[in-house]
């Protein structure tokens, strides 16, 4: 299947989407990197014990799916890491700032070059429009190289490597900043202008 770029846009996602969430954490690419409560292949119950309070909004993780081309391909969740004191001290991040983490579920859009376009939309269109902080940081396991590549190249650049008690792992913690994409936001602006 051939796979064009195209235009991607985000939703929350809904109770009714947890069942496409199930499957996408059950393949083979993205179980290898994400567990849910130390299962890496959560059962339908899991999922939902795990994602309705998101969804409700009594846990302050937001959850959006990927949608390209009109199809959902994949999941973005985002917390203020204001909300996540811990974790924050342990990241040793000082300023205010937005934690995501994100998978491509469907197998015939992953591993296609489409990651790093949307990770920058998701920078443009959600993190620094929607939520009021200077700073985005995302935090793969040390041995993600992919996903490690993928915010690189969305232009994240490396803070520091960190251990991650919860998860008993190591991490680089990657950051990008809010001027970084608002000044590039403009330019595109600017040059449409001319
Ligand atoms: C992380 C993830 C979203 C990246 O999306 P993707 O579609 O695989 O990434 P892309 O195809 O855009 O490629 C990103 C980089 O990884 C490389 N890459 C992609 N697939 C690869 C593979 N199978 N083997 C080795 N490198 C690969 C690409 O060459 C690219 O590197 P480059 O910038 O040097 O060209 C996706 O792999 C995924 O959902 N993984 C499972 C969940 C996960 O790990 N999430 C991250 C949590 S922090």
């Given at each position: 299947?051939?796979?064009?770029?195209g235009?991607?846009?985000?939703?929350?996602?809904?109770?009714?989407?947890l069942?496409?969430?199930?499957?996408?954490?059950?393949?083979?690419?993205?179980?290898?990197?994400?567990?849910?409560?130390?299962?890496?292949?959560?059962?339908?119950?899991?999922?939902?014990?795990?994602?309705?309070?998101?969804?409700?909004?009594?846990?302050?993780?937001?959850?959006?799916?990927?949608?390209?081309?009109?199809?959902?391909?994949?999941?973005?969740?985002?917390?203020?890491?204001?909300?996540?004191?811990?974790?924050?001290?342990?990241?040793?991040?000082?300023?205010?700032?937005?934690?995501?983490?994100?998978?491509?579920g469907?197998?015939?859009?992953?591993?296609?070059?489409?990651?790093?376009?949307?990770?920058?939309?998701?920078?443009?269109?959600?993190?620094?429009?929607?939520?009021?902080?200077?700073?985005?940081?995302?935090?793969?396991?040390?041995?993600?190289?992919?996903?490690i590549?993928?915010?690189?190249?969305?232009?994240?650049?490396?803070?520091?490597?960190?251990?991650?008690e919860?998860?008993?792992?190591?991490?680089?913690?990657?950051?990008?900043?809010?001027?970084?994409?608002?000044?590039?936001?403009?330019?595109?602006?600017?040059?449409?202008?001319?």
């Amino acid at each position: 299947m051939t796979i064009k770029a195209g235009k991607t846009t985000f939703s929350r996602v809904k109770e009714s989407d947890l069942p496409l969430l199930h499957r996408w954490f059950n393949t083979p690419h993205v179980s290898k990197w994400w567990e849910i409560d130390g299962k890496r292949h959560p059962s339908l119950d899991l999922v939902k014990k795990h994602y309705s309070p998101r969804i409700s909004g009594d846990e302050r993780v937001d959850v959006y799916l990927i949608i390209h081309d009109g199809t959902p391909i994949g999941m973005v969740q985002l917390c203020k890491m204001d909300d996540e004191p811990a974790e924050k001290a342990n990241f040793g991040l000082d300023r205010n700032c937005a934690g995501i983490d994100l998978l491509i579920g469907e197998a015939d859009y992953v591993h296609r070059g489409l990651s790093s376009g949307i990770i920058r939309e998701f920078l443009k269109q959600i993190v620094f429009k929607e939520y009021d902080v200077d700073r985005c940081i995302a935090d793969p396991y040390v041995k993600n190289e992919i996903a490690i590549k993928a915010y690189k190249k969305a232009g994240f650049k490396y803070l520091r490597t960190v251990w991650y008690e919860k998860e008993g792992k190591r991490e680089h913690i990657l950051c990008i900043d809010r001027n970084e994409i608002v000044n590039d936001a403009e330019k595109v602006g600017a040059n449409q202008g001319r």
